[in-house]
């Protein structure tokens, strides 16, 4: 019993050398997460998968546990340029396993068995260093306008040849904010199916070889129509990741990885479904959309009044399926009062305003709805009564647009309102179960069978915030507890606003106990963006 009692002992330190190995490594060199691609399940009644350990050059072999000493022949396989597969090193087992006491091993993650989607891109970060310190080449509305008039042949090859190389930096920084997740955020299922799909989608765009003619850019279309087809499945999955990940990392980081991710996601989709646009319009012989006032998915023309009429019908659809039935005769939803100085024009993406418009006014139609329509069936519920408006009131300045949604539907109680902008804390991410596919636009809404009407998810005020912040506009929600909530929206109107994409927040120092972004952060890789566009090199139709 005694020998027994000294061979336990002996085996808990080494193991508990062995994960404080780790634990160091993954916080010393989080780009590193070891283990996280496929994290091992560490079944003692199988026993096939071993510990790992680490080397300046990330994980290279396996670490057996065992009292038994090793054979003097073992040594770490050589590496050439890139290293092998990690399941190549996944084959060994823990000997005597049963003698390791449980509690040593608790700080491995586990899943029974490894991933089909797990290539070894961990092994491969100086690939991704040469993208993460490229800076990111914002661009704005009036230069994706200017380039796309009167396209050429000549042009359009440069376009893409520009979305190929920028869509490989912006994944890059992307898959480096994703490895500076605390450990146990970055080896949850959702998250890692993301991560998964950006590093095969960076891997894509980078290999693809330089895009010389016509014919080698439907090619690249086509590639490209098949990743935006593979990543709508992003923004599910990364919610239910944060659901799932709420007990392991803090709100504040939460939201920001939030941010980053959705805000990021709008610059790439910009950016490639401009040049598919652009190629389609191209090929179209009479350049229709061009002639109707579109460059690309730019729309030169937007009419304020036609954006909110447009949401205002659909959002009155919205709720007449949705709490119609059972009303009385005659009842019908909060009429919407458009006021101001409703027409104007001006140069934006309309999907864009009208996701952040329609949201606000299903939000304010809905609640004056809850707020004064009596319960369906009930004594009251025989005569319809009028509701109050949702007033819409829209003001021109110099430089800018603003909107304000007005409604008495009784505010926002505090409790709600500290948390409006937060996806750690929204109540109902756990439906994004029932959405396996989300694009976050309009045409969803006019569809109506892709989300279920009637399916709330909390993601559309902290999504339309992104949204009007993307092209340096803002979103601020001031609310009267008791009588009623004022949406204010600003958006820029000459398009001169470079993307939003410089994430200062990740420059603040996090609680190192997480794991998370240091101070230096992404920002001392290098990545911080600067204001430059490569569409401006070759011609002066390029140029602001």
Known sequence: MAM????????????????????????AHPQRRLLSTTSLDVNFAERKQPLTTSTPHGLRYALPVSAAPQPSSFQAPAFQDEPPHPHQYYNTYIRNSEFVPAAALTELTCTATSRAYSPQHFYQSRILEQFVSQPVNTITLRQLC??????????LIRSANYVRTELSIRLAHRIRDFQYLP????????????????????????????????????????MVRGILEQHLVVIPQLALGIVECAQHIQPVQADRFMNTM???????????????????????????????????????????????????????????SNYGPGQPEGW???????????DVFFTYIPDHLEYIIYELLKNSLTYTILRYAPPPG??????????PPVIVTTCSGPTDLIFRVSDQAGGIPPSRYTSLWSYSQAPNFANFDKVPRMAASMAEHEDGTIIPPSLRLGIGLPMSKVYAEYWGGELNVMT???????????????????????FKEYEATTDPSYGSIPKEGPAGAGWVPKVVSAMNAGGSDSTA
Request: charged content about 25%.
């Open 262 to 320: 959705l805000r990021s996601r709008i610059s790439r989709r910009v950016i490639a479904e401009q040049h598919l646009a652009l190629t389609h319009n191209y090929h179209s012989p009479l350049h229709w959309e061009e002639e109707r006032g579109y460059i690309g998915m730019v729309y030169t023309h937007c009419g304020s009044r036609e954006i909110v009429e447009k949401c205002a019908r659909l959002a009155r659809v919205y709720c007449e």
């Open 146 to 155: 200017f380039f796309g008039r009167n396209m050429t042949e000549e042009k």
């Open 4 to 27: 027994q009692a000294s061979r336990l002992r002996l085996v808990s330190h080494c193991c508990s050398a062995a994960t404080g190995s780790i634990r160091q490594s993954h916080l």
């Open 332 to 342: 019908e939803p909060p009429k919407v009062i458009i006021d101001g100085n409703p």
């Open 378 to 387: 009930s004594t009251s519920a025989t005569v319809s009564i009028p509701l």
């Open 480 to 502: 009267m507890d008791g009588f009623g909530t004022d949406a204010y929206v600003r958006i820029p109107k000459l398009g001169n606003k470079m993307e939003n994409l410089d």
């Open 183 to 222: 450990f146990i955020v970055g080896t949850n299922p959702h998250i890692e199916r993301v991560y998964d799909l950006y590093w095969q989608a960076f891997d894509r765009f980078r290999r693809f070889p330089q895009i010389e003619t016509m014919e080698d850019n439907d090619r690249f279309c086509e």
